[in-house]
């Protein structure tokens, strides 16, 4: 039995045969996301969903092709973008992605984030996970409103969800790991939040109905067949089902992005976001840590002297570089600060303590290597004080193409360390979707925690 998985990502789309008998993920593809769109507005960071859309039927014909006994079609998108839909199922606006920061604007008064936060009442926001941030859905639409520019009876969709749609042509639903990420989900009624919803004055958009796992929102019809296509997963969600991360693990996902993540029975925090998880489980997580993005700027300081002159090393050969510089530096008390976009750590980056010494590439980025495994030490105890994990599970691209940055991490937390064994852990998140779906439990392939270093 074969399914389709595709992986809506900031960076790629990605797709793989997801074979059950042989439970692996086969013939990969990807395309490279849409540019951002050029911004009007300083801040804006949109894409144009059309354009993913057919990205990802695309890729969809490139898996038909190689294995055309294709069963089903499942998804998993970024989370906390957002396209605003018509009746009819077609995008009324560029989809905002999750890094834009316009609603940080204040010009003359207080930014709309700000009101906002004024507006929320503690209680509320608990329930909803504490999940509002600056480039969530909930901002921005709030900001639509004071402005004037809400458009009544429109669809907020995730990204992932309106590629089900146009892929279906099929009425929008939503799966609650993507309903959340909107920050209007109520954790304890396991549906919107009705109330914040009036409150802000979103009510009359018209709201995806909330599905489980395994519903199925239509049907693409094409090169003869009809295949099913399934509610797309938040892909933060669907990677650590991908990971397979267990109770007794903190995960790491280091991407161009970073999440600190762990699993639990009960929606209530210390102060972390929560999102819903599967089967009655949640993820404490707090997320928009500095990691891949804020990296690339400084490889992109260090490159652009090579782009002048046209002496670029592929991509690869640069990280692999960087990696071999940081770990023979000695940065002394040099320190780097990534907060070079809004972020959970500020929103201004810095460079302090520079001696001549350390005034090079090597000790500059083995300095924010050190930065970043001191910020996961920081906030891993908002998730629980007593950091009680025994293991970190680490995923996302960023590891395997740094590995003294593993190093740093693992050696803060002093404890074991584990790396997913497939990179596309999003797409192997599908493929558990898609065992679980068809009643197969997916083994003890999927107990298995490969390349665990001691302390």
Not at 176 to 185: D, E, I
């Amino acid at each position: 039995m074969f399914y389709a998985g595709l992986d809506v990502g900031s960076t790629f789309l990605k797709g793989g045969v997801l074979d059950l008998a042989g439970r692996c993920v086969r013939q990969t593809v990807r395309r490279a996301s849409p540019n951002f769109l050029s911004a009007a507005c300083p801040g804006a960071r949109e894409v144009d969903p059309e354009r993913m859309a057919t990205l990802a039927s695309e890729l969809l014909g490139d898996l038909l092709a190689v294995e055309p006994r294709i069963e089903g079609v499942l998804l998993s998108g970024q989370m906390h973008g957002l396209v605003l839909v018509s009746p009819s199922g077609s995008a009324l606006r560029p989809a905002i992605t999750w890094q834009d920061t316009r609603t940080l604007q204040s010009g003359a008064g207080k930014s709309a984030y700000e009101l906002l936060q004024e507006r929320l009442d503690p209680v509320v926001s608990e329930e909803i996970g504490r999940e509002i941030g600056p480039g969530h859905p909930a901002t921005q639409l709030w900001q639509f409103g004071l402005r004037g520019e809400l458009p009544c009876g429109a669809a907020p969709l995730s990204i992932g969800d309106f590629i089900a749609v146009r892929l279906t042509g099929a009425a929008p639903v939503t799966h609650p790991t993507n309903a959340s990420a909107h920050g209007l989900y109520s954790l304890p009624a396991g549906d919107w939040h009705h109330e914040l919803i009036a409150n802000l004055g979103l009510q009359t958009l018209s709201w995806p109905a909330i599905v489980p796992e395994g519903t199925i929102v239509g049907h693409w019809r094409g090169q003869g067949r009809s295949l099913p296509v399934f509610v797309p997963l938040g892909d933060q969600q669907a990677a650590l089902l991908g990971v397979d991360l267990r109770d007794d693990e903190l995960s790491l996902n280091i991407a161009t992005g970073s999440q600190i993540s762990c699993r639990s029975n009960s929606w209530r925090s210390t102060g972390s976001q929560v999102r819903p998880l599967l089967a009655g489980t949640y993820l404490h997580t707090l997320t928009h840590l500095p990691a891949g993005r804020a990296l690339a700027r400084l490889l992109g300081l260090f490159v652009e002297p090579l782009v002048r002159l046209g002496q670029v090393p592929p991509e690869a050969e640069i990280w692999s570089l960087l990696d071999s510089l940081a770990r023979n530096a000695a940065p002394d008390n040099l320190l780097v600060d990534l907060s070079f976009f809004p972020c959970r750590t500020g929103q201004m980056g810095s460079f302090t303590h520079i001696q001549e010494s350390s005034l090079n590439w090597g000790c500059i980025f083995s300095a924010a290597l050190k930065a970043m495994a001191e910020n996961y030490w920081t906030f891993a105890a908002r998730l629980d004080p007593a950091r009680p994990w025994k293991e970190v599970a680490y995923s996302g691209g960023l590891v395997q193409k740094l590995p003294l940055l593993r190093e740093r991490i693992t050696a803060r937390f002093r404890c074991r360390d584990r790396v997913a064994e497939n990179s596309e852990d999003a797409l192997s998140g599908l493929l558990v979707y898609a065992l679980h779906h068809a009643g197969l439990n997916p083994g003890s392939a999927w107990n298995k925690h490969p390349q665990r270093n001691g302390t």
